[in-house]
């Protein structure tokens, strides 16, 4: 029991006591684990990190419960839901703004409808930068809620998704802003590969398996790959895991080109899947993804609707895990996987959990949303605003 | 920048490169930092710790943007929506189930309508332990879906929140559950004592002059005068610091019973205020809450809606981060505590910011929600089930 010797009642309410002393709180100074440990290979400069949240340095879950459900003995859960705005897509925000913060660039600009603009909007406000984000009229109103409750400008492009990641990316060159778009920015896959050295590390030193990860427009499962080929680069490992990449059924044409078999028009249906974060028909880096998936000796899975529900369901109940439909896809994909043969259950396997739900707090604020076509509109609109 | 050396394509997609070689990852074991390092001064006996999820060592950030907009220049904001269910509910529900794991007991039990019935539901699923939790009537529905998305049984009790509470209590004794209820179990004080130690060690072994916590039952401010208490018993710290509690002006009666005050029926609303996690009209333990304010030589203080409001605002648009208004209560209460001359701007402050909001997965799963008037009913509608 420690050192606890018996109660005291204070105002009504029982103190349990100890035998106090200074030895009883440990004399190092409590450690914090970032993707800042990995420095040495990251393109970050000498000096202190000005960047204020702690990213990364997630835990690697042994998930008890789940492993007896699932007759997987050595299955771990990677909770990329512990980082600030509960998607990995902070590692990569956090290292895009590391570098403006140090050539004191004030704003930086993505398109994106889910997590990736959510985790630049509070990224950005926490270091104090202004965010500005593209998105298509169909981004629902609640998530650019978020986006404008951390004061980021939002603009909607009628051309839709592809209109507002050209409009981002000219806007980032016209006006010398950071560009954190996914699959432009080679510094985004830098950042996500620190969860590779971060699995490694928690395994012991030992390299899994099989990572199962979802895929959308691709980063997250290639900068595994970059990760794990890193380390076997450093001489500390000697093989990398196979990677599985999940999408879903009603969204798969990275698993179609896998196959070799051309996608039918239910296979490319977006709005069909609750999993929107990975929901993308033409990926940012699809080739890269494929040739990864090849050379690791994984696969490409596609999962159902039901299996995303009961995956989601699962990772509640049995690892107390709240997931998004996206995030839990891992769990639903290693099933696929198992039933294909392509995964056995006695293996070390890693489940990338990449995010949770989120509340907005109200409505947006509609004084920092507007529809714009050009560039024009965006630099009259930001005219006279003191950055933030 | 690192070893950094250049950069190839591959697949399409550019890779940066370094001098690799194994000295670039450090050779220490990452350490974990959790509230499991004080357990020296936690009710908890020899032996591994069981629990599965990693519980606080939350950041204590340093809100670079919102010290120069506030012009608190050693501000300080400890975010407890670090924890696995975005809550420093997380820390008690923890040690309550570790006791639990160690003493083969399969269920816990918890009146809540909030944050501690969600935390309860989580870590019970995590631990593979059974969650049964008493709500009233009024309890919202998407709070219901998020304890049954975690397999927890809903028991609604007709009678009101008084009576669930009665009843969770009574079935703890009945049953042989771990009883989690606040203000009932000591453990849960001992638990949440544990930011009191981690702030103290995050500030460089220093006692900030004032904390500034929100009040609704009172264990997570009587927690910190504990913490703050025993590291002075311990002989590391020679202060304990002025504890600011908060309560919104809808739901008061903590604030008034401080001022000598007799509270008026608008003192007493609890439907009144957005902020529902401090929404407490007979406080579990209010009179340690006002004796530890007392000897602190702290306040109590009420903020209005507009300034929750607000403080849910800045904290998103200046810290980046996502807080509920209970959660945000603190940086509101700071502005008061600094408007009556409670407090300097100068000083060193620390703010705990204790939640953020939450989304349910769907529905509430209505095979494991029940009104319920006793015991007996609670007996037979789990009878036959299989602990999970």
């Given amino acids: 029991m420690g050192s606890m010797t018996g109660s005291v009642v204070v105002a009504g309410c029982e103190w349990l006591e100890y035998d106090y002393g200074p030895a009883l709180v440990p004399q190092d100074r409590p450690a914090s684990f970032t993707m800042w440990r990995y420095r040495d290979l990251l393109p970050l400069p000498d000096g202190p990190v000005r960047y204020p949240l702690p990213i990364g340095g997630t ?19 990677k909770d990329e839901t ?5 998607s990995n897509k902070d590692r990569a925000t956090a290292l895009v703004i590391e570098d403006g913060l140090r050539r004191g660039i004030d704003t930086i600009t993505t398109a994106s409808t889910g997590n990736a603009a959510v985790s630049t909007a509070f990224g ?84 899994p398996d099989v990572v199962v ?92 609707e039901t299996a995303l529900d009961d995956a989601v369901g699962v990772l509640a109940r049995r690892a107390g895990l709240s997931a998004e439909p996206a995030g839990a896809s891992a769990l639903a994909g290693l099933g696929s996987a198992v039933g294909q043969g392509l995964v056995d259950r006695s293996e070390t396997v890693v489940l990338l959990v ?19 076509d050009g560039l024009d509109e965006v630099a009259q609109l930001l005219a006279g605003e003191e950055t933030r």
Same sequence: chains 1, 2.
């Fill in 82 to 86: 512990r980082n600030p705005t509960t």
């Fill in 213 to 304: 990860a979802p895929v959308g427009d691709g980063p997250t499962l290639v900068a595994l790959d970059k990760g794990f080929d890193e380390l076997v680069r450093c001489g500390l490992a000697t093989r990398r895991p196979r990677l599985v990449g999940v999408q879903a059924e009603h969204c798969q044409p990275l698993v179609r080109a896998w196959q070799g078999r051309t996608a039918a028009p239910a296979d490319l249906d977006p709005a069909a899947t609750a999993a929107d974060g990975i929901a993308v028909l033409r990926a940012a880096i699809g080739d890269a993804v494929l040739d990864a998936v090849r050379r690791d000796g994984g696969a490409m899975v596609a999962v159902s």
């Fill in 354 to 372: 990449t995010g949770r739900g989120k509340a907005a707090a109200g409505p947006p604020d509609q004084r920092r949303v507007a529809v714009v």
């Fill in 124 to 207: 950005a406000a926490a270091a104090g930068l202004r965010a500005v984000i593209f998105v298509s009229l169909e981004c629902r109103p609640e998530k650019i809620a978020m986006m404008t409750q951390a004061g980021a400008w939002v603009f909607q492009v009628p051309a839709g998704y592809a209109a507002a990641t050209d409009l981002s990316r000219d806007a980032a060159r016209a006006f010398g802003w950071l560009d954190r778009n996914t699959g432009a920015n080679p510094v985004t896959l830098e950042a996500k590969k620190t969860v590779a050295f971060e699995v490694w590390e928690q395994l012991g030193r030992v390299v």
């Fill in 59 to 77: 835990p690697l879950l042994p998930v008890p419960a789940l492993r007896q459900e699932a007759g997987t003995p050595r299955l771990w859960v």
